[in-house]
């Protein structure tokens, strides 16, 4: 294998300043579109497309598709499925194809869609993610979906214990791989802890979904990998 490089961008407004199209390109929202992904791939969900923008939405639930739609945390009125890994969870959507729209999450994987290969990266797979990103001779770059264009802390967090987990492996590029791994080392035994004042922890505890924090920090619930085939997310095999 060739001396690989690992780099982290952590916000979708420093996207341009970091090599992707020769990369694999880990996005991760871990609150919640990446681990909503994970969960859906782990429960048997067919493909998962990503649309930017709630009208390309529209017009995929008008296609017939089973549409999940989020702006700020809460579900858009109209669409039948949130972005609660839990509503992924239902055994009705096995063998499905659903469409999805998130604030940030969507648009990050979009961003990413010229990338060599792109995947879904959450708490909840991060060593099965881990165990496959050593095996593969590329440079990685995990991208962090953030908040609007903000850097957010639960992002950064899973990119530095990724980062932490490829340290023998790959070569760390720009100084955000050291200190997104120097910030998980700090507080990696108490992760909910560490996020109760966080932006979005705050936000989703005013709208009442608070069990979805715990579980999308937690680690290693599922195997499952997804990665963009033809502008659809489905298991990687
Ligand atoms: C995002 O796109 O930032 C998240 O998925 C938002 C959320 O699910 O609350």
């Known amino acids: 294998m060739h001396n690989r490089k690992l780099d982290v961008c952590l916000s979708p407004e420093l996207f341009h300043?970091?090599?992707?199209?020769?990369?694999?390109?880990?996005?991760?929202?871990?609150?919640?579109?990446?681990?909503?992904?994970?969960?859906?791939?782990?429960?048997?969900?067919?493909?998962?497309?990503?649309?930017?923008?709630?009208?390309?939405?529209?017009?995929?639930?008008?296609?017939?598709?089973?549409?999940?739609?989020?702006?700020?945390?809460?579900?858009?009125?109209?669409?039948?499925?949130?972005?609660?890994?839990?509503?992924?969870?239902?055994?009705?959507?096995?063998?499905?194809?659903?469409?999805?729209?998130?604030?940030?999450?969507?648009?990050?994987?979009?961003?990413?869609?010229?990338?060599l290969q792109v995947l879904a990266g959450s708490f909840l797979n991060i060593s099965a993610l881990a165990d496959y990103l050593k095996t593969v001779d590329s440079d990685l770059l995990i991208f962090c979906a953030g908040w609007k264009g903000k850097f957010n802390l639960e992002d950064t967090l899973f990119a530095g214990a990724l980062a932490n987990m490829l340290s023998d492996s790959h070569e760390a590029e720009c100084d955000a791989v050291l200190a997104s791994g120097m910030l998980y080392d700090q507080v990696k035994d108490d992760l909910q802890n560490a996020l109760k004042d966080s932006s979005h922890v705050q936000r989703l505890k005013r709208l009442n979904i608070d069990k979805d924090i715990a579980f999308c920090l937690t680690r290693d619930e599922y195997q499952a990998i997804p990665v963009l085939k033809d502008g659809k997310l489905v298991l990687l095999k």
């Open 17 to 115: 300043l970091y090599d992707h199209k020769d990369r694999v390109v880990i996005v991760t929202d871990i609150l919640r579109a990446t681990s909503c992904m994970t969960t859906a791939m782990a429960y048997g969900v067919n493909s998962i497309t990503p649309v930017a923008t709630v009208e390309e939405c529209i017009e995929l639930q008008n296609s017939g598709m089973i549409c999940a739609a989020e702006r700020g945390g809460e579900k858009v009125e109209g669409f039948e499925l949130d972005n609660s890994p839990y509503s992924y969870m239902n055994p009705d959507l096995r063998g499905q194809d659903i469409g999805v729209t998130t604030t940030n999450g969507t648009m990050a994987i979009t961003k990413s869609a010229d990338a």
